[in-house]
């Protein structure tokens, strides 16, 4: 079972428009064990509502290193009532050199991968159980 972790947002003012950037950490554990991380970022006024985020898979207790990690970066939107997951390549992520998270991979390495299931099942909790973000589609 999946439970996450909700730390407090980051909030900053968006270079392009002045508005209120929001950006989430939040840690992702598998039956008690560390499991995932997830990065998430949205600005609040944009007129086309998007979050972009990134999840890292891998080893994340003591003794880890970041080569012992894969990250997937994505976007998430709204087509009429559904949530949308699309991946992207590293270089349109703004987490492509935060080392820690591991080797970010573009969308085509990332839908080869054998963790892309798991990837997605962690982006499909995002939209379930991630407060800010299903109030921020609202």
């Known amino acids: 079972m999946i439970e996450i972790e909700f730390e407090n947002p980051n909030y900053k ?22 499991h995932a991380v997830y990065y998430c970022q949205y600005t609040i006024g944009h007129e086309n509502k998007v979050v972009n985020g990134i999840v890292s898979l891998g080893k994340w207790w003591e003794g880890s290193t970041p080569s012992d990690r ?42 080869n991968h054998k963790w892309i299931k798991e990837a997605f099942h962690i982006t499909d909790h995002i939209v379930m159980d991630d407060r800010m973000i299903i109030e921020y589609f609202k």
Not at 13 to 34: I, N
Request: hydrophobic fraction near 40%; include cysteine; proline fraction near 2%.
């Open 13 to 34: 003012v968006c270079e392009c428009c002045g508005s209120e950037s929001v950006s989430l950490t939040r840690f992702v554990s598998m039956d008690g064990d560390a």
């Open 70 to 111: 894969v990250a997937f970066p994505f976007r998430i939107w709204m087509n009429e009532d559904r949530y949308q997951v699309g991946l992207m390549d590293k270089s349109e992520c703004q987490w492509a050199h935060t080392e820690l998270l591991g080797t970010i991979l573009d969308r085509k390495e990332a839908l």
